[in-house]
């Protein structure tokens, strides 16, 4: 699988982008020029699998989240 296959069947520049807290424009150069291999070390469980599954932003271990339904008064 070439590394714009993966991309896509990750979801997309834009979901890798938030799921991973990376820059829009760093994720989409990968389209181009690949994933970098570090990279692909770092976060293997989910570049190195022989099958791929669709990221969900809202279940993202990296990107840091406030409780909504905390009131404050």
């Known amino acids: 699988m070439t ?4 991309i896509k069947r990750l979801g997309g520049v834009k979901t890798i ?5 990376f820059k ?3 994720v989409n150069n990968w ?6 291999a570090q990279v692909k070390v770092d976060y293997q469980e989910y570049f190195l ?5 669709p ?3 809202e279940e993202s271990p ?11 008064t």
């Open 3 to 6: 590394d714009q296959e993966l």
């Open 55 to 57: 990221l969900n932003v």
């Open 49 to 53: 699998t022989d099958d791929p599954k």
């Open 62 to 72: 990296f990107v840091e989240r406030t409780d909504s339904t905390t009131k404050t």
């Open 31 to 36: 389209v181009h020029r690949g994933i970098p």
């Open 17 to 21: 982008s938030q799921f991973f807290n």
């Open 24 to 26: 829009h424009n760093t």
